[in-house]
Nanobody, 120 residues
Framework: QVQLVESGGGSVQPGGSLRLSCAAVGIIRSVNDMGWYRQAPQKQRELVARISRGGQTNYLGSVQGRFTISRDNARSTVYLQMSSLKPEDTAVYYC??????????????WGQGTQVTVSS
């Protein structure tokens, strides 16, 4: 079985920083695209940032220049460094990854979600 294990959420004041981590664990053949989504109360889930295995990235416009996504392929881990946080960044953040296993082929996997709260 494959799981995405997230860590690093929490509460921070506006202007602060947080770093999220997400590790893919299990019997994995390869990890392809990885990304972070978020969902605020009464809003749809939205893509925050995504990174290919080769390192190509794309970001939600409102986080461009404040958030940085990166990955460690050897550890099957993706990170989201969030800086200059704003109250509107408050949401549950979900890790997502396209993972190939011998048993199940290529599937989308989701982490359990981690709460990020930006408030004074």
């Amino acid at each position: 079985q494959v799981q995405l294990v997230e860590s690093g959420g929490g509460s921070v004041q506006p202007g602060g920083s947080l770093r999220l981590s997400c590790a893919a664990v299990g019997i994995i053949r390869s990890v392809n695209d990885m990304g972070w989504y978020r969902q605020a109360p009464q809003k749809q889930r939205e893509l925050v940032a995504r990174i290919s295995r080769g390192g190509q990235t794309n970001y939600l416009g409102s986080v461009q220049g404040r958030f940085t996504i990166s990955r460690d392929n050897a550890r099957s881990t993706v990170y989201l460094q969030m800086s200059s946080l704003k109250p509107e960044d408050t949401a549950v953040y979900y890790c997502n990854a396209q993972i190939t296993t011998i048993v199940s082929g290529t599937q989308d996997y989701w982490g359990q979600g981690t709460q990020v709260t930006v408030s004074s």
